[in-house]
């Protein structure tokens, strides 16, 4: 089982349209989440973290059930800007482990 | 400010040959990461450097890759006896510290082995 899966997507929606990824992780100890974006050929950037109260970002929000170790990115009004991958990141200090990413395009 | 650099930008080599990438910290960032990124993956953790040392190496795939940061800024990825399979994107990323702290990514050495 790999350390952190998310669903690779495309995903492929219009723009005003509300999207959700999830992301599952398999280490219990893990001790911090993250939602980097990536765009195509471009490095990563961090999105936002996560918390276990979840937390709010403008049109982004994000989840964590430590339970279930589930992780999810809520993407409301969605922009043609925010075509990307996005990837999920989990904490196992000292190193973080990435998802493969899941891919949205939005278009017009 | 300036952010993390990595050179070259892209280097194509032959299968068998020795080739160093290099990356370059934010200044004051004492935690450097070496990730490798193949086409529609994730990057894969490979080593992490606290100051000087490797605090975890148990990402590098086999012995042919090492890697130093002999100053605990600078950091040199070796890779020796390139195979293809060594094809894919070198991320280089730095933090304030390990742990929690945002790590921010350049732009990544493009290696292609042929």
């Known amino acids: 089982r790999k350390e952190v899966e998310q669903d690779p997507g495309p995903f492929n929606v219009p723009e005003g349209a509300t999207v959700a990824f999830n992301c599952t992780y398999s280490?219990?100890?893990?001790?911090?989440f993250f939602w980097y974006r990536q765009d195509c050929r471009k490095e990563p950037k961090l999105l936002m973290s996560?918390?276990?109260s979840g937390n709010e970002d403008g049109r982004f929000t994000a989840q964590l059930n430590r339970a279930s170790q589930y992780i999810s990115l809520l993407i409301r009004d969605s922009k043609l800007s925010d075509s990307a991958t996005y990837l999920c990141?989990?904490?196992?200090?000292?190193?973080?482990?990435f998802g493969a990413g899941t891919r949205l395009t939005v278009k017009p | 400010g300036a952010g993390v650099s990595q050179t070259p930008s892209n280097k194509v080599t032959e299968k068998g040959k020795y080739v160093e990438l290099r990356c370059d910290p934010i200044?004051?960032?004492?935690?450097l990461y070496w990730y490798r990124q193949s086409l529609g993956q994730g990057p894969e953790f490979l080593i992490y450097?606290?100051?000087?040392?490797?605090?975890?190496d148990s990402g590098l795939p086999n012995d042919r890759f090492f890697a130093v940061r002999p100053e605990g800024s600078v950091s040199t990825l070796k890779i020796q006896r390139t195979e293809r399979g060594d094809s894919a994107v070198y991320l280089c990323?730095?933090?304030?510290?390990?742990?929690?702290?945002?790590?921010?990514f350049g732009p990544g050495t493009r290696l292609t082995v042929l």
């Open positions: 990323a730095s933090s304030l510290a390990g742990g929690n702290n945002e790590q921010f």
């Open positions: 280490n219990s100890a893990s001790q911090s």
């Open positions: 996560v918390y276990s």
């Open positions: 990141v989990v904490n196992m200090v000292p190193d973080m482990r």
């Open positions: 200044s004051g960032h004492t935690a």
């Open positions: 450097f606290q100051g000087t040392g490797a605090a975890d």
